[in-house]
């Protein structure tokens, strides 16, 4: 029974992630602005933004590990939140989606998973989610060093961590993307 209301509350989510674009993009219209949203649209499937997205996932796996070695562990956790952010983008975008806000990309990350379309451990949703605030969860980590006074993370482990955690989300995401249907 949870499991069905698990599915629920991501598809009702989705459901007003794709109002919340198009309402946007009806009023940037009307008062003649350039169209935008911070919600989901469903557009084509689009293999090139898939892999750009991925590419930048490895882009900020590698500013992760370069931050670390040059001692600004701190910005290490923004790098890892982005690596792990943009594999979720590009898998959205594989599957036709564009997004404009974390908490929706989260939730469509959800949805497939649920649907079965995509195989992702819980663990790298629950990374991302809002709801998950704990010591685990890179946005309590990110926000932690990127509002807090610490220059240098002091729990290395940490760091190996997130750092395995994003190779494994992008070699999970190259599956996803490159996957012949």
């Known amino acids: 029974m949870s499991r069905l209301l ?24 009307k008062l003649g602005k350039r169209p935008k949203h911070r919600g989901l649209l469903l557009t084509t499937t689009n293999p090139e933004e898939a892999k750009k997205h991925l590419s930048k996932a490895e882009h900020n796996l590698n500013a992760l590990i370069k931050f670390n070695q040059i001692g600004f562990s701190d910005w290490s956790m923004s790098a890892g939140f982005y690596a792990l952010y943009h594999c979720f983008l590009s898998i959205a975008a594989k599957f036709g989606y ?34 998950q605030l704990t010591t685990k969860n890179i946005i ?8 807090g006074v ?13 750092m395995e955690l994003c190779k494994l989300m992008i070699d999970i995401t190259k599956e996803i993307v490159f996957e012949v249907e």
Do not use: H, P
């Open 6 to 29: 698990k599915m629920s509350q991501a598809s009702k989510q989705i459901e007003w992630c794709l109002s919340k674009a198009k309402k946007e993009i009806e009023e940037c219209k």
């Open 98 to 131: 564009e997004s404009r806000n974390q908490t929706c990309t989260v939730a469509l990350m959800r949805l497939l998973k649920e649907e079965n379309k995509i195989k992702i451990d819980d663990r790298f949703i629950e990374m991302l989610e809002q709801e």
């Open 140 to 147: 309590n980590l990110r926000e932690d060093y990127t509002y």
């Open 150 to 162: 610490e220059i240098s993370v002091k729990d290395e482990s940490q760091l190996v961590e997130l």
